[in-house]
């Protein structure tokens, strides 16, 4: 009882000890002065909110990498990766995750705008999110300038050369407290070469123009993407691809956290977290200052056939589908794992033919093509043609061909692969029953091998056993593990998958283990 009790009283006190208030809880920058409120910048934030995640799952009995992974529950990665970008952001820093494309950059940079803090007081009506205390308060206003919108609101006058952080009444400054979203908060940047310093920057706004008559005031500026980040996340896609000009404007930001529109004679505040991403092909068009600013973090393909599995799982969990006996879904892992093995990846044309999107792929297009041929369970050639559909889709169409070319690669490949893949997953599935349920009787596995080749191809005995008869009892726990294991769907009677995987397990592992073998080897 003393345990548990101390358990709860550590969860209070690492859950933070002031609760949000509910969005739309309006106040004064006085009484926000009052409450203690603290100011810390969005890398502050972040670290916080880190620690005190990992420090919630350390009370819960979860080791250290446990904690770590929790902060990303829709990526797998290496647990030293986790502990890379971990350590990164609790240090303040931006991060750049480069590494071949298709490997899941993107994916785990939107993961981390799920993990930061999205709630803010901000300035009520400020279009940039300003801090109540960056127009009271001295010291914050050096730290994080007001933006000059909020000078002219709140100078004495509306003149800007008049405004004076000291000088504001605190009692005057209405906040909010709101959710960071996009374009509040937070904002997206896909980079090309057609992304010009403006897009970073700002807009003129013409209506605003029309009234104020002045193009380079900024109150007729519509804030640009690194405005829209202010005092959350920017999360720039494919950086290498941005103009150098561009990539200029990028770096103020990072150096000064503040942006200079050309179209305006004032600065901006542009605090934010950057999480950039690179293809290895790109990155020789980072500007060394730029390259400087940020923490490089290698995001490759995993080497370890138990998390890419779960990269497969994750992918499927989020989308309805046929189901798949795991033993053709754990053969198409293989397949692709070997294919990053044995083919080149300097080769643009097919260097995401392996990447994660393929994996993830494949599961869905076996899972089709079984559907439109009317099968009820897909087999091994509904495998087959999913993957040639999913890794032929990823090829990268320069010209007929090369098309072709590139093609028949994979469609040798296949032929070579595939069936080891089948034999190497069917071998596995019948060890780990054999040794976890049957306990390696050999006695039970005859039984229970000679029970599902007599129900294998019998409908009328099959619908028995669906029925409830009381007849194969040494076949049923192999149903119950197979329908329990692999989650199968209510739309598939447990006999039916338990059957299917029987008949996957009868064509390839002809029910023997080899002793010594893992997920990990090499099928040749």
Known sequence: MACASGRAVAEAAVAGARPAPPVGTRATAAQLRQSGLVVESPSQQFREEILRRIAVARAQGRSREEAMAALFPRTVLPQSTYEDIVTALVSGAHILFFGPSGAGKTSLAKELWDLFPKGAWVVQGCPVLDHPFSLTDPAVAMRF??????????????????????KVDAAKIPAEFVALREGY??????????????????????????????????????????????RGM?????????????????????????????????????????????????????????????????????????????????????????????????????????????????NPDIGEVGSNRTLLDVAHR?????????????????????????????????????????????LEFLDRYTEPALKRSAGIYWCRYFRSVLRENTGEGEATVAEGRRLKGDAELIEQVAQGAAIFPKFRPFVTYVAEREHVPASVRPVDAGVASFGLLERYSLFSCTEGETDDGPLD
């Open 145 to 166: 300038p007001p933006c000059p919108v909020c000078r002219r609101r709140f100078a004495p006058g509306g003149e800007v050369a008049n405004f004076a952080a000291e």
């Open 366 to 410: 076996t899972g089709a093509i079984a559907e439109l041929a009317e099968h009820p369970i897909p087999t091994p050639e509904d495998l087959r043609a999913g993957l040639l559909h999913a890794m032929r889709g990823r090829i990268r169409a320069r010209s007929g061909d090369s098309f072709n070319q590139n093609e028949r690669r994979v």
């Open 234 to 346: 920017l999360l720039c896609d494919e950086i290498g691809k941005l103009p150098l000009g561009t990539q200029n404007v990028l770096l103020q930001a990072l150096q000064e956290g503040t942006v200079t529109p050309s179209k305006s004679r004032e600065s901006f505040p542009g605090s934010f977290v950057a999480i950039c991403t690179s293809n290895l092909s790109d990155l020789d068009n980072i500007n060394d200052p730029l390259s400087d600013r940020l923490t490089s973090l290698h995001i490759g393909f995993n080497p370890h056939h138990a998390e890419n599995r779960r990269i497969v799982e994750l992918g499927r969990a989020a989308v309805d589908g046929v189901y798949v006996p795991e033993v053709l879904l754990d053969a198409g892992v293989r397949v692709i794992e070997t294919w990053r093995r044995k083919m080149s990846d300097d």
């Open 185 to 230: 908060g937070f904002a997206r940047l896909q980079g090309s070469s057609e992304v010009f310093p403006d897009h970073l920057t700002g807009n003129l706004n013409l209506r605003r123009l029309e009234e104020l008559g002045d193009p380079m005031s900024p109150l007729v500026l519509e804030p640009g993407k690194l405005l829209q980040a202010n």
